[in-house]
């Protein structure tokens, strides 16, 4: 049988493992992406592939490797993989959600969830929104149909109590969905901690290398996620093979690089915190942090993202533009550094010289000199 199926040992070979069909003599452990629009179907046209909308043994083994990590040796969970982290978050809500219900979703989430506020309330449906941070998303719930959490939230790194929020929603019987895009299933697991619903855009810290835009739902297999799947074959937001396989090619290494990267941010975040230009100053990894006492509660690590305020604007493009091993580029999770200054998109409630650096896979020593080397050298 195949080890990684109820495998109970350590995160490390869990990742490599993960997704792997059973060994065939002469194919390769890991199949190569099926390339195909249609599958050869004489007959009933029954499954488990008819058709490349619908299904593709590519994103078949995806879907086991990441039902693996989000809710190891769990049996009864489904993965659907989608073409990002928009398409399966917007399978969720539109795929549950009717005229006349009420989501709640947080103030302070990802940068696309206010397009997403609008057209919900196009359709009818109530958004209220609240701060991650102090469970605030506890006090507009009474007749929600649906409670959106992301923790830690992007890019403010508040955390809020999941479980807690998860047992005040199913009280009043609203679904749950967290955004786990930032912890990574290494990080964190939501259904672990009751909620119905982890998505999470893949084509962060999950996959890795800044060359892939992948998402996915994993829930309980039942109405609910016949739904989502539903949803996607109305929509069409799949995947291509090759994403699917360069993403779970890319999940083998990923218990190395969150170890590297995570314990990296921390590092980082120490040195960051002796710097008297920079405020505000958040990794929930940080003894300290506003975050790190619900963090630690809930979480297995800490993510790869440090964020922090400088002065101005002005000093923020300095920096960034000193910086020689950290590329001004958004997203995060890759194993090169990456910062920006966040403000420079409008939308995020942050201060002008805010900035959002991802922690990536180089040495620890080499980041923290250039870092500090281009707080020196930005000064005024
Ligand atoms: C990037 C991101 C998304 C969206 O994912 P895409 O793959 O870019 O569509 C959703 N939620 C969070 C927290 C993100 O960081």
């Known amino acids: 049988m195949n080890v990684s199926e109820h495998f109970t040992g350590g995160d490390g070979t869990r990742a490599v493992r993960a997704g792997l069909p059973e060994p065939v003599k002469y194919e390769p452990t890991l199949p190569g992406p099926v390339f195909a629009a249609h599958f050869h179907l004489p007959g009933e046209p029954t499954g488990p592939y008819t058709y490349g909308r619908d299904e593709n043994p590519t994103w078949t083994h995806l879907e086991t490797a990441i039902g693996e990590l989000e809710a190891p040796g769990e049996d009864g969970v489904e993965t659907l993989v989608f073409a990002s982290g928009m398409a399966a978050i917007s399978s969720v809500l539109f795929s549950q959600l009717r005229a006349g ?185 940080l003894p300290g942090d506003p975050s790190h006492k619900v963090a630690a509660q809930q979480m297995r690590r800490f993510g790869c993202v440090v964020s922090f305020t400088l002065p101005s604007r002005a000093r923020a493009d300095r920096f960034l533009e000193a910086l020689r091993l950290v590329d001004d580029a958004t997203s995060f999770g890759g194993v090169r550094s990456t910062a920006e200054r966040r403000g420079r998109w409008g939308g995020d409630a942050v201060p002008e010289g805010f900035i959002r650096l991802s922690v990536g896979a180089e040495d620890p020593e080499d980041l923290v000199a250039d870092l500090l080397r281009a707080l020196e050298e930005s000064a005024d």
């Not at 309330?121 to 649906?146: C, F, M, S």
């Not at 039942?222 to 699917?244: D, L, N, Q, S, Y």
């Open 101 to 285: 219900d009420t989501v709640v979703l947080p103030s302070d989430g990802y940068q696309v969830l206010p397009l997403v506020r609008a057209q919900l309330e196009a359709y009818g449906i109530e958004v209220r929104t609240a701060p991650t941070g102090g469970d605030a998303q506890l006090d507009v719930l009474d007749g929600a149909k649906l409670l959106w959490i992301e923790s830690p939230s992007n890019p403010g790194l508040d955390v809020c109590d999941i479980r807690r929020l998860v047992e005040a929603a199913h009280a009043r019987g609203a679904l749950v969905a967290v955004d786990n895009t930032l912890a990574t299933p290494l990080g964190q697991r939501p259904l672990e901690l009751g909620a119905d619903f982890s998505v999470a855009s893949g084509t962060k810290q999950l996959t890795g290398h800044g060359d892939v835009l992948l998402g996915y739902v994993t829930g309980r297999a039942g109405e609910t996620m016949t739904a989502v799947r539903r949803w996607r074959k109305i929509v069409g937001a799949i995947p291509g093979p090759m994403e699917a396989w360069l993403a779970h090619r890319s999940i083998a290494t990923l218990q190395l690089r969150v170890e590297r990267q995570n314990a990296t941010a921390l590092v980082v975040a120490e040195a960051l915190r002796q710097r008297p230009e920079v405020t505000g100053l958040r990794y929930p990894g």
